[in-house]
């Protein structure tokens, strides 16, 4: 139990307690998908930024990776079921329109008897996970908290037709254990969002997986949203927590920095636009000479479209990007485009990857996107040790457990999903003997579209 309950004290140090990970156990190779589709070599490796693609069949749905991450945090964390108060999902993958996910997962607390756990889902693109997450920390926060823990969801199926965006696919899970006396705290009043109504990405098609999107605007809208949202931060931040009140903090007072990762080369780039920010708010900084030359657009429609910037600053922020940025990128890397569970699958990794003299006393900010589109960029203080999240994730060692399929194979079982993802009286036909123990999966839909589920 977190503790017990008293209205009388705010409760210290929320932040996450545990994390868990979920990746399929099938991937594709995308310099394999390269030769495949007859690109040049280099396109998705290279010009994504991206090594590997996680791939689901018919067996996995939202469900089925919801139930298979909670239930291994609950288990690898030894929480009784009891103990937790509030639950929330976000995800995009959406195969009822009206049964949240939330609710089949209250099958891991029907043993328990505990059905008094608030929260359900929340939708907008890859950004659901994160207004989640700020939903829990409200929980705990607030005069409704009883003492439990509250546990976050970040989930989706990543697929796309047949075309340019196919190689930006992926899935994953994330399931994020929250409450007071955390190592790794929320930074308060600090975080910034940005929203507004925007055509880059969206999925009108209800009977489809595959989203309409525009890539290039999409891009151009996540990097606008960087703008917006870092500036705001370093200006809360700076009256917060800085030393000097008339002095904003820079990207490179973060000691880490997260994304939400749709492709690995856009991280770099965002990475470098907080470089220029930094730049524009201190113009007569002589760190900034290799640069001074883009001073000149500002934030002008043109800066979002000069290649010559994008190169510069990426350049410019090669070294710290490298130190600061990669080591949370492997698993997104290896695995794709998570949607919701990206930028999450990335702070897991950071997490996962990274010692405890490396992480101590440090500070984390967060950049999370969902197309339509909401932003928001936060911080986390790591103030405890973090053994636990290497303990527990090892997510380098777990990638290497996973089978390798052909880019044909990977075709066919896309069409498979297409095919077969909204029928009834429906038994699946994928392979689970190389899934891994403890994962949860589709047995079957019955005549009524309700879905049943076995454990391996």
């Known amino acids: 139990m977190v503790g017990t309950l008293n209205t009388n004290s705010f409760p210290a140090n929320i932040g996450i307690l545990g994390l ?53 945090l609950l288990e690898k964390h030894n929480i009784d079921p009891k103990d937790v108060g509030f639950l929330e999902v976000g995800t995009e993958t959406i195969i009822d329109k009206s049964k949240a996910v939330k609710t089949v997962l209250m099958s891991l607390f029907e043993e328990s008897g505990n059905h008094d756990v608030e929260g359900i889902d929340t939708k907008n693109a890859c950004y659901g996970g994160t207004a989640s997450v700020f939903h829990a920390v409200n929980w705990v926060e607030s005069s409704s908290w009883d003492g439990r823990y ?51 990405f969206y999925k009108p098609e209800l009977g489809s997986e595959y989203p309409t999107v525009d890539g290039h605007f999409s891009n151009t809208c996540y990097i606008r949203s960087v703008d917006a949202c870092y500036s705001l931060f370093a200006k809360k931040f700076t009256k917060r927590y800085g030393a000097n009140p008339d002095k904003l903090i820079k990207s490179q007072d973060l000691d880490h920095c997260v994304f939400h990762a749709p492709n690995c080369k856009l991280v770099q780039k965002a990475y470098g636009r907080m470089a220029y920010n930094d730049m524009l708010q201190d113009p007569e900084n002589e ?137 009834k009286n429906y038994n699946p036909v994928g392979d689970v003997s190389d899934m891994p123990k403890g994962t949860y999966y589709l047995e079957r839909v019955d005549e009524k579209f309700r879905r049943h589920y076995l454990r391996a």
Request: hydrophobic fraction near 35%; glycine fraction near 8%.
């Open 20 to 72: 868990e990970y979920y990746f399929p156990s099938k991937f594709v190779d995308q310099a394999e998908l390269e030769q495949f589709d007859g690109v040049s070599a280099g396109k998705y490796t290279i010009g994504l930024g991206q090594t590997q693609m996680g791939v689901c069949d018919d067996r996995e749905d939202i469900n089925s990776i919801s139930l298979t991450v909670v239930k291994n």
């Open 150 to 200: 509250a546990i976050v969801v970040s989930a989706d199926i990543a697929a796309y037709a047949e075309g340019p965006a196919r190689p930006t696919g992926g899935a994953g899970a994330v399931a994020i254990l929250i409450g007071p006396n955390a190592p790794v705290v929320f930074d308060q009043g600090v975080r910034s969002t940005h929203m507004n109504h925007l055509w880059d």
């Open 287 to 423: 760190d900034y000479a290799p640069i001074k030359e883009y001073l000149k657009f500002g934030l002008s429609e043109e800066s979002y479209y000069d290649k010559g910037l994008e190169r510069a600053m990426m350049q410019f922020t090669k070294a710290d990007y490298q130190k600061k940025v990669l080591p949370s990128l492997y698993a997104s890397t290896n695995v794709g485009n998570m949607y919701t569970a990206s930028v999450w699958a990335c702070v897991s990794t950071l997490f996962s990857e990274t010692s405890d003299e490396e992480l101590l006393n440090k500070r984390v900010g967060i950049y999370s996107y969902g197309s339509g589109s909401a932003a928001s960029f936060f911080s986390v203080k790591v103030v405890g040790s973090t053994e636990k999240f290497r303990e527990t994730l090892q997510i380098k060692k777990r990638l290497t457990e996973r089978t390798k399929i052909a880019p044909q194979e990977f075709v066919n079982l896309l069409k498979l999903r297409e095919e077969t993802g909204h029928l």
